[in-house]
């Protein structure tokens, strides 16, 4: 089990800056592969940040160079930085996690509780 506790999102002006944080705790926390997705009202949910099981960090296209992840490891918190925002980023934004078996990471299947993301013109 992963439990992951969502907070930051909000309004914000195009071109402006939000930081999204992620709290994770449980047994299967640790080792992890971590990962980000969005949902715009009538849209299928989609990847922003995935981790691949080799570690590397794989950014949407939309996103390349605007967000950027990092972690409190003593605090067990992922961030999602967003940076030159964009109207079209506006979604609700979820972190998740996958368990790591065998040094591959599984399908995510925890998820955070979701924050919105409102990005005006």
């Known amino acids: 089990q992963v439990q992951l506790v969502q907070s930051g999102g909000g309004s914000v002006q195009a071109g402006g800056s939000l930081r999204l944080s992620c709290a994770a705790s449980?047994?299967?926390?640790?080792?992890?592969?971590m990962g980000w997705f969005r949902q715009a009202p009538g849209q299928e949910r989609e990847w922003v940040v995935d981790?691949?099981?080799?570690?590397?960090?794989k950014y949407a296209d939309s996103v390349q160079g605007r967000f950027a992840i990092s972690q409190d490891n003593a605090k067990n918190i992922h961030y999602l930085q967003m940076d030159n925002l964009r109207p079209d980023d506006s979604a609700m934004y979820y972190c998740?996690?996958?368990?790591?078996?065998?040094?591959?990471?599984?399908?995510?299947?925890?998820w955070g509780q979701g924050t919105q993301v409102t990005v005006a013109s």
């Open positions: 998740a996690a996958a368990r790591r078996v065998l040094g591959s990471c599984l399908p995510y299947n925890y």
């Open positions: 449980g047994p299967d926390y640790r080792g992890a592969c």
């Open positions: 981790e691949e099981s080799s570690g590397y960090i």
